[in-house]
T-cell receptor
Framework: AQKITQTQPGMFVQEKEAVTLDCTYDTSDQSYGLFWYKQPSSGEMIFLIYQGSYDEQNATEGRYSLNFQKARKSTNLVISASQLGDSAMYFC?????????????FGQGTRLTINP | DTGVSQDPRHKITKRGQNVTFRCDPISEHNRLYWYRQTLGQGPEFLTYFQNEAQLEKSRLLSDRFSAERPKGSFSTLEIQRTEQGDSAMYLCATQAGALDTQYFGPGTRLTVL
């Protein structure tokens, strides 16, 4: 079974600072994918960034980057130069790369608040 | 806007009533998922369609829940005899291929009084 753990219920950061959101995972799959989604108060889950288990380089997407440490089974999200619009819930998720349903398993999320 | 739409966005119903939600996927996305998210939790998988075939259902999906995707395009999720415990956000996600990203709709927030 796959499991995602996000240990930070809430984070408070000053605008323009960088922030790191933690995520650890557990799986017996050899191949898997790791995702981060942002959920504003409106409720929609917005895809941010993806890391494949066999990707040798850490994924980056604009102000978002991942600190992927496979041996430690962690994939932390780094947001550089935070903005007020970054305030939201952030969810880490994973899926196996097997045939059939590619369902996502989510963590409990971290609520990020950016202070002006 | 990801292109996945859900209707209605909000639904308030009384216990015991039936409700139906609709999800319209991104065009040509043949994989469709339903998730449920309760307050303070991450989304949990309910069921999965590939084209019109429902290929997997979670144990969370009791016999009061039924989902369809009749022509492999839009999907509906029906809850019969709603209970207060069904109050949650119901999210639909679609995916082009097995290794592609899932894109979510805005969700339907259900409140059962």
């Amino acid at each position: 079974a796959q499991k995602i753990t996000q240990t930070q219920p809430g984070m408070f950061v000053q605008e323009k600072e960088a922030v790191t959101l933690d995520c650890t995972y557990d799986t017996s799959d050899q191949s898997y994918g790791l995702f981060w989604y942002k959920q504003p108060s409106s409720g929609e889950m917005i895809f941010l960034i993806y890391q494949g288990s066999y990707d040798e380089q850490n994924a980056t997407e604009g102000r978002y980057s991942l600190n992927f440490q496979k041996a430690r089974k962690s994939t932390n999200l780094v947001i550089s130069a935070s903005q007020l619009g970054d305030s939201a819930m952030y969810f880490c998720a994973m899926r196996g790369i097997i045939q059939g349903a590619q369902k996502l398993v989510f963590g409990q999320g971290t609520r990020l608040t950016i202070n002006p | 806007d990801t292109g996945v739409s859900q209707d209605p966005r909000h639904k308030i119903t009384k216990r015991g009533q039936n409700v139906t939600f609709r999800c319209d996927p991104i065009s040509e996305h043949n994989r469709l998922y339903w998730y449920r998210q309760t307050l303070g939790q991450g989304p949990e998988f309910l069921t999965y369609f590939q084209n019109e075939a429902q290929l997997e259902k979670s144990r969370l999906l009791s016999d009061r829940f039924s989902a369809e995707r009749p022509k492999g395009s839009f999907s509906t999720l029906e809850i019969q005899r709603t209970e207060q415990g069904d109050s949650a956000m119901y999210l639909c996600a679609t995916q082009a291929g097995a290794l592609d990203t899932q894109y979510f709709g805005p969700g339907t927030r259900l409140t059962v009084l």
